[in-house]
């Protein structure tokens, strides 16, 4: 299945944006519409953080454990994504990189790696309401962050 890109542009500088997305419960925040009851373990924030969430997508839920494997500050985080007894596996991957005006464009790529047969008959369903959760967790993302104590002005 082809992967999902969404993305949204803040105030924030990569730094900081990056210091939010670094810690694991900070995506309950922002992901709480279509995942819930997190329950965490690993470190707090970076490589082996983790949360088992369920997942509430297309009327169906399914517990999903979800691990950061990749963290290059301030730019990028890379997630990876179990569920179904592991018939399903994903990637998912942050990148924050800095606006010419100031503030930072974060993208969020979801990638399947494996996929139950189901929804591999029904990719382009699947992938849109995929895009369509993760775009709204983008602006959820967006709005937390400017709720957020503001930058410095100069």
Not at 9 to 36: C, G, I, K, S
């Amino acid at each position: 299945m082809r992967p999902v890109t969404v993305s949204t542009d803040v105030r924030q500088p990569p730094e900081q944006v990056y210091d939010f997305l670094d810690v694991m419960a900070n995506h309950e925040l922002f992901t709480r519409h279509y995942l819930t009851d997190w329950r965490y373990s690993g470190a707090p924030r970076g490589v082996g953080s983790c949360a088992t969430v369920t997942a509430v997508l297309g009327g169906r839920k399914t517990d999903v454990v979800v691990e950061v494997v990749e963290a290059e500050a301030p730019r990028r985080i890379v997630e990876r994504n179990t569920g179904v007894d592991g018939r399903r596996r994903g990637r998912g991957v942050y990148v924050v990189e800095p606006l010419p005006g100031g503030g930072s464009r974060v993208s969020f790529t979801y990638s399947w790696l494996a996929a139950p047969l189901a929804d591999r008959l029904m990719a382009p369903l699947v992938r849109t309401v995929m895009r369509r959760a993760n775009r709204q967790a983008m602006r959820l993302l967006a709005a937390e962050l400017a709720g957020r104590a503001a930058p410095a002005e100069s």
